[in-house]
């Protein structure tokens, strides 16, 4: 994707970072940061906010396009996944539903303290996904 260049990537990786040390998250003790380039190129973070009542908890990445969306940008082009881990996180299968209502073509990267990534398309981790075009 043409609009992800390094810097961009650079700076959402940054921006991701940041929003996981926001985590609110004394049940699980793991924090996510999540930060989304939106059609008009801003970015927008996130992180995981969790309830003493468990099912209240919300993603860091639906958290981050949730924003996005508050703020009238409706279109995602790419989701960055930061966790302080050894190895990178892919995001769960409900937000893999979110993203795919606003950025089915989106580019998913997944980035951690250790030196690997991990990159795909979200059609690569939600395949034949249901979408605003089956209603
Ligand atoms: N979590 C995320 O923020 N994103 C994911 O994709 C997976 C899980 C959060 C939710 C909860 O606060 C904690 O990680 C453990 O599940």
Known sequence: ????????????????????????SP?????VGAAVLSGERQIFAGCNVENASFGMTICAERNAIFQSVAHGARKILA???????AE????CGACR??????GPSAEVI???DGK????WTLSQLL???FGPNNL
Do not use: D, G, H, W
Request: aromatic share 8%.
């Open 110 to 112: 997944c980035v951690c």
């Open 1 to 24: 994707m043409n609009e992800l260049n390094e810097e961009t990537l650079r700076e959402m990786i940054e921006r991701a970072k940041k929003a996981a040390n926001n985590a609110y």
């Open 79 to 85: 989701v960055v996944i930061y966790t302080p881990t």
């Open 88 to 91: 990178p996180t892919a995001p």
């Open 127 to 129: 395949t034949n996904a």
């Open 116 to 119: 690997n990534s991990a990159r």
């Open 97 to 102: 539903q979110v993203i795919n209502e606003f």
């Open 27 to 31: 049940y699980s003790k793991f924090k």
